[in-house]
């Protein structure tokens, strides 16, 4: 399995849903990516992260959070998770993040009623 900075391990045929090795919140943490479809330019990919930030805005400001069982790791985790943010066009959906369901209505995906 490769980390955030090595890049992800494709979990379909088509590539688009990718496992990411994110450690520090706990042992073996991981997110998963999901792809957009080559037709869909406007789409940025997701990251479900998880637990490896519990907010955008922890990510943004480039911290750690307070829970972690290896907080080296949760810190590389960070660090990665950011340079994929800067080169792609990247929704990251932390599972903590109550702003999520806005998120993802600003870009064309509405919550489930």
Do not use: N, W, Y
Request: glycine letters at 8%; proline letters at 8%.
């Amino acid at each position: 399995m490769h980390d955030a900075a090595g890049g992800a391990v494709p979990l379909t045929h088509d590539g688009r849903v990718r496992l990411l090795a994110t450690p520090g919140h706990s042992r073996g943490h991981q997110s998963v990516v999901l792809v957009p479809e080559a037709t869909d330019l406007d789409a940025p990919q997701l990251l479900f992260a998880g637990d490896a930030v519990f907010s955008a805005k922890q990510l943004a400001r480039d911290t750690v959070g307070a829970i972690c069982e290896d907080r080296p790791a949760a810190r590389r985790s960070v660090i990665a998770l950011r340079a994929m943010v800067a080169r792609t066009r990247t929704l990251v959906l932390p599972s903590h993040d109550p702003a999520v369901p806005q998120r993802l209505a600003a870009v064309g995906h509405a919550p489930a009623s």
